[in-house]
């Protein structure tokens, strides 16, 4: 199991900064990829941002070279600097780690969750 917990979120003018954190607790040793996923009202809930254990980075098209990702070597905490931001940035920010293990030969991948922390851009 796996416990996440984000902090960091707030107002910010367009074109600020923000730093969203992730702390990580649990079997953070089974943790292959950490990830920020973001959730406008009414909207689906959207890839952002992700980073593997071995450091391999991937960017929502959107937020290509405003945001960037980032870990500490224990996984238990990931973060995302968030720059440039626009209004359209506003949205419910998640953290999600994914885990794998093997089972019975086989691997098993689940996705862990926090709860959540609002980003609002203002115009």
């Known amino acids: 199991q796996v416990h996440l917990v984000e902090s960091g979120g707030g107002l910010v003018q367009a074109g600020g900064s923000l730093r969203l954190s992730c702390a990580a607790s649990g079997s953070i040793a089974d943790i292959d990829t950490m990830a920020w996923f973001r959730q406008a009202p009414k909207k689906q809930r959207d890839f952002v941002a992700s980073i593997t254990t071995d450091g391999r980075l991937n960017f929502a098209d959107s937020v290509k070279g405003r945001f960037t990702i980032s870990r500490n070597n224990a996984n238990s905490a990931a973060f995302l600097q968030m720059n440039s931001l626009k209004p359209e940035d506003t949205a419910v920010y998640y953290c999600?780690?994914?885990?794998?293990?093997?089972?019975?030969?086989?691997?098993?991948?689940?996705?862990?969750w926090g709860q959540g922390t609002q980003v609002t851009v203002s115009s």
């Open positions: 999600n780690a994914v885990t794998s293990m093997e089972v019975d030969g086989y691997e098993k991948i689940v996705n862990y």
